[in-house]
């Protein structure tokens, strides 16, 4: 929202509208997870298939190229896309990491663990910040 209304403040009424709101999301949202991906697919990397196997730009390559088709695939094939696009996540680590059908399964299991992982952390943290400005709001409150 940030980023919408700052260039809202730039180009003026050229971007308003719902419209331009979802694709600025989206945007935003597919550099996030680009990131997200890519430190997580860097680290199942090197715990299953070893550090020399296992480089940071690969795993770009994966995270962004698998979240590339996986979307394209999904758009047009909702249900076969999804299975279609698991398979196109193990063929992009299987070839990337240079290790086999088993490897590329265990670097896809390790990074569905270690992703739920990192989304519980940022759940507790966000939620305890959350909660934390709720308190203080409260006392602000209560000074005269």
Request: charge should be neutral; avoid cysteine.
């Amino acid at each position: 929202m940030l980023l919408f209304a700052f260039l809202n403040l730039i180009l003026g009424s050229v971007m308003q509208g719902p419209l331009v709101e979802r694709w600025v999301f989206q945007i935003i949202r597919f550099f996030v997870d680009l990131f997200v991906l890519t430190f997580v697919f860097y680290i199942a990397g090197i715990i299953v298939v070893g550090r020399k196997r296992a480089l940071f730009s690969d795993a770009f390559v994966i995270a962004l190229l698998g979240t590339i088709v996986g979307s394209i695939i999904s758009f047009f094939f909702p249900l076969i896309g999804l299975i279609f696009s698991l398979l196109v996540w193990l063929v992009l680590i299987r070839h990337y990491y240079e290790t086999g059908w088993l490897g590329a399964i265990a670097v896809g299991i390790l990074a569905i663990i270690i992703e739920i992982v990192v989304i519980v952390i940022l759940a507790i943290l966000l939620g305890l910040s959350v909660w934390l400005f709720l308190i203080g709001r409260e006392f602000l409150f209560l000074i005269p």
